[in-house]
């Protein structure tokens, strides 16, 4: 089974919509993040989460919004879909920066592809 | 901030010919650094990372890069590729210390194409 699993893998909806995507980790990691990947723009990062009571905006978090239900799980919202949020989420984990003790590395789900019509 | 160029959206290379990817950072101070790679339709992979010491570093697949402070560089290498080496390269920084926005900061991506 993989570290980092995310539900749905695809996903068509509509706008107006609201969807959920899921992301559970086996890692242990208390650091959990949301990325959204569009053709040639690289992975702009949505929120990220330091553990269950600690949710952080990223650099596009306006339409998101985010619930970490234990240090587990780490599901991301689209309340009202709308279809330049046709992109492909990523969930990734970490231990933390190096230089703290950590490994500093982000390890990555396999990524839900949204299409909001 | 951090922030990271990726200078060639495409690459086209012969297998069997070299490979080298640019990646050029920005940050105050010194970074730590990622290659990922990402494979049609799969997640992330990390291929190597440098986070202090020796700066050539070696990774999966036979990659290698350098971290060249003086350059703000940390360009990926690859003496020989192979067709299943075609996919989407990604350059990463991650901040050392402060606060603001945790996790890494990517490049926009390379994408390398192999010819037969």
């Known amino acids: 089974d993989a570290d980092v699993t995310q539900t749905p893998r695809n996903r068509i909806t509509k706008t107006g919509k609201r969807i959920m995507l899921e992301c559970s980790q086996t890692?242990?990691?208390?650091?959990m993040y949301w990325y959204r990947q569009d053709p040639g723009l690289g992975l702009q990062l949505i929120y990220y989460?330091?553990?269950?009571?600690?949710?952080n905006k990223g650099e596009i978090s306006d339409g998101y919004s985010v619930s970490r239900q234990a240090q587990a799980k780490f599901s991301l919202s689209l309340e009202s879909a709308i279809p330049n949020q046709t992109a492909l989420y990523f969930c990734?984990?970490?231990?933390?920066?190096?230089?703290?003790?950590?490994?500093?590395?982000?390890?990555f789900g396999e990524g839900s592809r949204l299409t909001v019509l | 901030a951090q922030s990271v160029t990726q200078p060639d959206i495409h690459i086209t290379v012969s297998e069997g010919a070299s490979l080298e990817l640019r990646c050029n950072y920005s940050?105050?101070?010194?970074?730590?650094l990622f290659w990922y790679v990402q494979s049609p339709g799969q997640g992330l992979q990390l291929l190597l990372k440098?986070?202090?010491?020796?700066?050539l570093v070696q990774g999966i697949k036979g990659f290698e890069a350098e971290f060249k402070r003086s350059q703000s560089s940390f360009n990926l290498r690859k003496p020989s590729v192979h067709w299943s080496d075609a996919a989407e390269y990604f350059c990463?920084?991650?901040?050392?210390?402060?606060?603001?926005?945790?996790?890494?900061?990517f490049g926009k991506g390379t994408h390398l194409i192999i010819q037969p």
């Open positions: 990734a984990t970490s231990d933390g920066k190096p230089g703290q003790g950590a490994n500093g590395e982000l390890f």
């Open positions: 890692k242990g990691h208390d650091r």
């Open positions: 989460s330091f553990d269950v009571k600690d949710i």
């Open positions: 940050y105050g101070a010194t970074p730590y």
């Open positions: 440098y986070f202090s010491g020796d700066t």
């Open positions: 990463a920084v991650g901040a050392r210390s402060g606060g603001g926005a945790d996790g890494l900061t």
